[in-house]
């Protein structure tokens, strides 16, 4: 099945530590994005690519980065991790339909960080 | 921007019963709703969505509502099994927007 494939799925870093959380798809879209999940937040969206080169910041973007290396694999970097960035990271993606609506958005199984 | 907010945090229902779960909605130019369920230890998924050009829409014991004039839309689950309980996340994307701005999620927890 094709699927939105996240590696690691845990990891306990410490502070100031730099950190890669990996993401790859075989849908065959073009949209990516990262998303945070903290209890009693939601999903929060820290950035997205619709298309390799092309990287857009979410609400949520300060101390984070991210490449595309290419149209399936987006990855994340926390350059100097911190405790308040303890969470639940989820990737994404669409598909854009002819209509032009990007539609539903397919999640990976998440990946799930602690920094001490 | 767009924001979202949804109530409430929590709800316990009966086995059997009805769940009704809210969210308002900030950018009048908001034209789709979706909703997310995130089982215990899993991904969300899609569960059902609608646009700003009808008002209701159904699919088996699940249907969302759309008042654009309030700007609020609701998930209404009936006949609620042990399999509902879950985590539901409401969502909503501007009119120019490429972005789902997420409510903050309801635990739905069904009694059995």
């Known amino acids: 099945d094709a699927d939105v494939t996240q590696t690691p799925r845990n990891r306990i870093t410490k502070t100031g530590k730099r950190i890669m959380l990996e993401c790859s798809q075989t849908k065959g879209h073009d949209r990516m994005y990262w998303y945070r999940q903290d209890p009693g937040l939601g999903l929060r969206l820290i950035y997205y690519?619709?298309?390799?080169?092309?990287?857009n910041k979410g609400e949520i973007s300060d101390g984070y980065s991210v490449s595309r290396q290419a149209q399936a694999k987006f990855s994340l970097s926390l350059e100097s991790a911190i405790p308040n960035q303890t969470a639940l990271y989820f990737c994404a993606t669409s598909d854009l339909h002819g209509t032009g609506d990007p539609g539903e958005l397919f999640f990976g199984e998440g990946s799930r960080l602690t920094v001490l | 921007g767009e924001n979202v907010e949804q109530h409430p945090s929590t709800l316990s229902v009966q086995e059997g019963d009805s769940a009704v779960i809210k969210c308002t909605y900030s950018?009048?130019?908001?034209?789709?709703f979706p909703w997310y369920k995130q089982e215990l230890g899993k991904r969300p998924q899609l569960i059902i969505d609608i646009r700003s050009n009808v008002g209701e829409k159904k699919d088996q014991r699940i249907a969302v509502t759309l008042n654009k004039t309030a700007k609020h839309f609701s998930l209404h689950i009936t006949e609620t099994q042990p399999e509902d309980s879950a985590v539901y996340f409401c969502?909503?994307?501007?009119?120019?927007?490429?972005?789902?701005?997420f409510g903050a999620g309801t635990i739905l927890r069904v009694k059995s």
């Open positions: 969502a909503a994307r501007g009119l120019y927007g490429n972005k789902l701005v």
């Open positions: 690519s619709f298309d390799v080169k092309d990287i």
């Open positions: 950018d009048s130019a908001s034209n789709y």
